[in-house]
């Protein structure tokens, strides 16, 4: 099995090898992870299937030359091919004049609730049955709503990095996840896909809650609504901020951006960037928090980081090779194929920097009070398109869906056809108000945030 060769002296031994070959530095990251998985498809569960992938991917500088190569046979014979495979990249690629050396050994805390053995041992009926929970929930909840797409799985993962610092660490995590796509019919209307989801680290996912969420919000839009092209106060989901934050403000607050010039914050550590009650933390090891862990990708201990405090910017996220570019530590911001599709494993990425837990502070508000105090305005639930923003800029011009209309305080339906045309860095410093109530969509913990004013353009 692969995942019993995944040990200290293999890595060691790696380690070795690659500086008997020329190597100035080495890098091993090995993984192995394993997952139970339940497609739903037309309001039915799929039989479970079962996925398993480990392997290495091993980094090497020779004079400030970088070469990366993978593997995922454990055999010596082809380690060793693809330790010189590496050296062979690294001695025909360009040298780099900024690379100073790869991590040094550093002591880790523990991190509490990242493993629950419960989902590492979970059997596929375990799976099923909780997909079934939550397929019956939506139907019983209300009769109109068709779940058309979704899943949930559960998934183990164990990981070890090793260098030519003296790093040599290992940690292991646990992963549970569901999302659904639903729609709503009545009447010859039929409703956009509604989407929702939950993940945790541990077992303790309300598949129920999950069930009558998604199908309340579903029905809200069976009832039209139209509205003219302006500027209006506008409600934003997380779900929604969350596909916007990943085509743009994530870019925003990462050293690379910064240090290419392409960060709007740049030389802007301590000055307003956003409302004075936005505060956003990056929070590595955050109890039970779904990329939560000891240390990164690249063995750097995980911190908590301000990004922004009472609308003033703090800093930006750093991996071991940006921040020593500066003189200064790295974060514990550097990941390896963050979001990537199973067939993908992240042992073929290099590191890249990425927020951790990004936690956005909630407000005193309630959803419902926000929404009661806007006249004529919209909630945005959900976003397509928004991957064409522009970081640097912060240009969003998305289509708005499922997206509602807000009149006298209550909820409406459904506006279709409306597209978003806002700059999201100006819109943070016109936040009007923020809910109380947070969830959490991957690695984004928000509540739902009021904006001052939206454009949003009319189709219908």
Known sequence: MIYENLNEDTLEWIINEALKLGASEVECYASYSQSYNIDIMAGEARQPSYYDEGGL???????????????????????????????????????NPNWVKLPDKSKYEEVKGILDKSIKNIQPEAILNKAALLINTIISTDHRVLP????????????????????LAQKEGTYLGAS????????????????????????????????????????KSLTMKKIETGLYPAIMDPEALFMIFTATFYNAISADYAQMGRSPYVNKIG????????????????????????????GSPTKRKMIIDRGVFKGFLYDNYRARIEGKESTGNAFRGFMSSLSQPRYLSLPSIFPSNLIISAGDASLDELVSNINRGIMIV?????????????????????????DGGEIKGLVPGLMINMNIYDALKEVEGLSREVKQIYNLMSPWIKFKGIRFISKA
């Open 180 to 219: 659904i796509g639903t729609i709503a019919r009545d009447n010859g209307v039929t409703t956009p896909i509604h989407m929702e989801m939950r993940v945790s680290r541990s077992m303790n996912i309300d598949f129920e809650e999950l069930g009558r969420v998604i199908a309340e919000k579903t029905v």
């Open 382 to 406: 959900g976003v397509q398109g928004a991957h064409a923003s522009n970081p640097e800029t912060g240009e969003v011009s998305a289509v708005a869906t499922p997206a509602w209309m807000i």
């Open 148 to 167: 058309v797409w979704g899943g949930v799985s559960a998934d183990y993962t164990f990981e070890m990095i090793a260098n030519s610092n003296n790093i």
């Open 57 to 95: 991917g091993i980094r090497v500088i020779v004079n400030k030359k970088l070469g990366f190569s993978a593997t995922n046979v454990f055999d010596k014979e082809k380690i060793l091919e693809t330790i010189k495979k590496a050296i062979s990249i690294a001695k025909t690629s360009k040298e």
């Open 271 to 298: 000055e307003e960037v956003a409302n004075e009650i936005l505060t956003v933390i990056d929070d590595g090891k955050l109890d039970g928090g779904i990329m939560s862990a000891p240390f990164d990708d690249e």
